[in-house]
């Protein structure tokens, strides 16, 4: 049974990208979708889709969330671009040998000044509200294979008048390959338009593929990962990212840097990460900054709450 269903989960993956790519044309619209919430895979150039072993999988890959032990609650806030900024509330728990979990996302457009026909300024409003509903679902089909899902419902709003929903799927695994090995992958936002009045785009399907490994141990103490990922976007080029990240598990810390091959900024270019963790046995603060050549930086924080 065990191998008919991990069979049937490798098939159904590999449907829903013929499926979802068939016609995809080169644009794409519900940039919540888009964009990575989690300080953690952030500073690592959110190469992530195989390291995903807490609640930032929501994210990366929803099978990582069967590596949860306790129940956890997480709050992320990222200051964007201008005057943009997304933030999340996430909380997954484990349950009758599987993990559930539920996450609250907005996006802020920023201001919209409105002037009349002479020049006058007559009103400032909302340029964009958006608002995602996310509920996943991961189980452990065995030792070294997770699998996991997640239905995602949003709601957008651009300039307060024009209103648009969408909702998506996603689904991953995670192949424990070697002890120190990881296989992760994930087909992201399979789902259909989001539809502003007449005018629609498709939604921002991706696929993820990549490794975690885990080159160096001390004692159980600490630990150096290092992550490769390989994006393939429905309005882009494939793209990499390269990721690092160090753990000292006895004091609670850790440090990443991260780099992204081919990040789409208006035009091809390149961009940097780094950030750290602070914790203690229950309470993890993560921060990452993250460089955006001459558009300046974006900056996130992180906190997660284990019980």
């Known amino acids: 049974m065990t191998k008919r269903l991990l069979i049937f989960s490798l098939l159904s993956l590999f449907l829903l990208i ?56 997480n709050f992320c806030y990222l200051k964007g671009l201008v005057d943009t900024n997304w933030g999340v509330i996430s909380f997954a728990m484990p349950f009758a040998g599987s993990t559930i979990g539920i996450s609250c996302f907005t996006l802020q457009g920023g201001l919209l000044e409105v002037y009349d026909g002479s020049g006058r300024l007559t009103n400032t409003i909302n340029a964009q509200s958006d608002y995602m509903a996310v509920f996943s679902y991961a ?4 030792e070294n294979f997770l699998l996991g899902f997640n239905v995602k419902g949003l709601s957008s709003t651009l300039g307060q008048s024009y209103n648009a929903a969408a909702y998506a799927f996603d689904a991953g695994f995670l192949y424990q390959m070697l002890k120190k090995l990881r296989l992760g992958f994930a087909v ?120």
């Open 188 to 307: 992201q936002n399979v789902g259909g338009e989001i539809k502003y009045i007449e005018v629609g785009d498709p939604l921002p399907l991706n696929i993820k593929a990549g490794f975690g490994w885990e080159f160096f141990t001390r004692k159980e103490l600490d630990n150096i990962t290092l992550a490769v990922d390989a994006n393939y976007p429905n309005d882009s080029i494939l793209r990499y990212n390269l990721g690092i990240e160090y753990q000292n598990i006895e004091m609670g810390a850790a440090i990443r840097m991260g780099y992204k091959f081919g990040e789409v900024l208006g035009c091809y270019t390149d961009g940097f990460s780094a950030g750290f963790r602070i914790s203690d046995r229950m309470v993890h603060l993560d921060y990452a900054f993250i460089l955006k050549g001459e558009m300046g930086f974006n900056q996130q924080i992180s906190l997660a709450i284990d019980f």
């Open 18 to 73: 013929n499926v979802a790519y068939a016609g995809s044309p080169s644009t794409s619209g519900a940039i919540i979708m888009k964009q990575g919430i989690s300080a953690r895979a952030l500073g690592m150039g959110e190469a992530f889709v195989a390291v995903a072993d807490d609640i930032n999988a929501i994210n990366y890959n929803p099978a990582g969330l069967a590596y949860l032990k306790s129940s956890e609650i």
């Open 139 to 142: 189980l452990k089909v065995k």
